[in-house]
Every structure is written in structure tokens, then in C-alpha cells.
């Protein structure tokens, strides 16, 4: 039993960094294409808004069942204000 425990927190922080390293990568990516697109504070707010909705509707066609559409809302929720902070730091903006 304590080496399925192991194994369970080998995959547990595997996947944390997997899941790190595609945000870091995803806020590269908005960082570059919003940077001097001269969008103000309001702009920002209604994309952020518009992804996670976006998110939420494309998890809830392709989620098979797997999550509730309130953990699906979170989980991006959760996903989309980390991407915002890096974006938002790196261009500046707030």
C-alpha cells in the first residue's frame, strides 16, 4: 500500500507541473499577442470574462459526464486568473 501512495503523489506532482508548465506557456502566448494592442482595463475584463465562458461551454461539450458544470466553472475559473495575472504583470496593465 505505501508504494501506491507514492505512486499516487509522483502523479500528483507530475501533473501539477504539467499543468504549470501550460499556463506559463499559455500567458506567454496572450502576453504576446495582447501586447501593445492598446486594450483598456474594461477590454481586459470582458475578455478574461469571455474566455472563461468559452472554457466552461467547450469543457461541458467535451467533458463526457467526468465533472459537474460548477467544478468544470471553477477549475477554469481557477486556470483563467492565473493566466491573467502573468499576462497582466507582463504587459504591465495593472
Do not use: C, F
Not at 50 to 64: C, F, I, K, Y
Amino acid at each position: 500500500m505505501p508504494s501506491r501512495l507514492a505512486d499516487l503523489i509522483r502523479k500528483a506532482r507530475r501533473l501539477a507541473a504539467e499543468r504549470d508548465r501550460l499556463i506559463e506557456d499559455l500567458a506567454a502566448e496572450w502576453t504576446h499577442a495582447l501586447r501593445g494592442q492598446g486594450l483598456s482595463p474594461t477590454d481586459l475584463d470582458e475578455l478574461w470574462a469571455g474566455l472563461v465562458e468559452d472554457a466552461v461551454r467547450r469543457g461541458r461539450q467535451s467533458g463526457e459526464g467526468k465533472w459537474t458544470a460548477q467544478v468544470w466553472r471553477h477549475e477554469t475559473q481557477e486556470v483563467v486568473a492565473r493566466v491573467r495575472q502573468k499576462v497582466e504583470a507582463a504587459l504591465g496593465e495593472r
